[in-house]
């Protein structure tokens, strides 16, 4: 029992580090980006979007 | 008896301190006082929440500063003003903003171009018409079942091979908070905002960003 804890707790500090190498990449170029965090985020600015797109 | 449940007591115990270091060792990272003086530097919006970081993510961002001096200027000084905001917004928007990205990074470059145009013509709109925007995105999420949104972006312009830009929030992201366009963020900017911080690039606007709420006051939960 004792051993099945510890070996899920392993993966899942393993599986928290091969997301944190995935996201370095991502993020540095995310952070880096010419286009705001807000533009991927609001909702709003998507909304727009698509109805400009429908209008088009 | 006693004895013997002492003894393979300690022996866990022993086995359960050592093992994580054995198996991974990157689960120690540096403490802020630890970090060289250029970490230091270019971590430095992160330096009050760094020692309560978990190991993976202190990782994650040792390596975006290992990155950081092969950046442009103008790249390494959005990187620092946007370090504080992402490390305060939610793991929902963190992931949805991620996923726009990716979406977005395999787009042409017309239809990146496209894009960045469009943000700065809709941060001109007024607010109100922003806020109707906002509750018609609300609206359609709660009235859309998962999985049936419709893609955003200029989908329609684009050829049918074209990825589709800035796509319905992701699965994970289905629970977050909509994000929260406030004008009043420009007198009084919480902590919890994208982008807050003063900027003179066309494409940032304080009155525009995302109060990263509820959880965004949480930074310490999810990946950062």
Not at chain 1, 49 to 54: C, Q
Not at chain 2, 128 to 139: I, T, W
Request: aromatic share 6%; hydrophobic share 40%; net charge positive.
């Amino acid at each position: 029992m004792v051993g099945l804890a510890i070996g899920v707790a392993g993966v899942s500090v393993w599986n928290d580090f091969e997301k944190a190498a995935e996201h370095e990449e991502i993020d540095s170029a995310l952070l880096a980006d010419d286009l705001p965090i807000n533009a991927y985020l609001d909702k709003g600015f998507q909304a727009w979007l698509s109805e400009h797109s429908s209008q088009d | 008896m006693a004895f013997r449940a002492l003894f393979a007591g300690l022996i866990l115990t022993f086995s359960l301190l050592s093992l994580p270091q054995a198996a991974v060792p990157e689960l120690r990272q540096p403490a802020w006082a630890d970090l060289s003086l250029e970490q230091k530097q270019i971590l430095s919006p992160l330096s009050r929440d760094w020692d309560k970081m978990e190991a993976f993510r202190k990782k994650k961002w040792l390596g975006i500063a290992k990155r950081y001096p092969t950046m442009k200027p103008q790249e390494q000084a959005r990187v620092q003003r946007r370090m504080q905001d992402w490390v305060s917004l939610t793991p929902e928007q963190r992931t949805r903003a991620r996923t726009q990205y990716k979406s977005l990074k395999t787009a042409p470059i017309e239809h990146k171009e496209a894009i960045r145009k469009k943000w700065d013509l809709y941060k001109e709109l007024p607010d109100e018409e922003k806020k109707r925007l906002a509750e018609k995105a609300a609206s359609k999420k709660t009235s859309l079942k998962p999985g049936t949104a419709k893609p955003l972006g200029l989908a329609p312009k684009l050829p049918a091979t074209a990825p589709l830009l800035l796509p319905a929030a992701a699965p994970a992201a289905e629970s977050a908070p909509p994000p929260v366009i406030s004008p009043a963020v420009e007198s009084t900017p919480p902590p919890a905002q994208a982008d807050t911080s003063a900027s003179t690039e066309s494409t940032e606007s304080p009155a525009q960003s995302v109060t990263a709420t509820p959880a965004a006051s949480a930074p310490a939960s999810g990946q950062q």
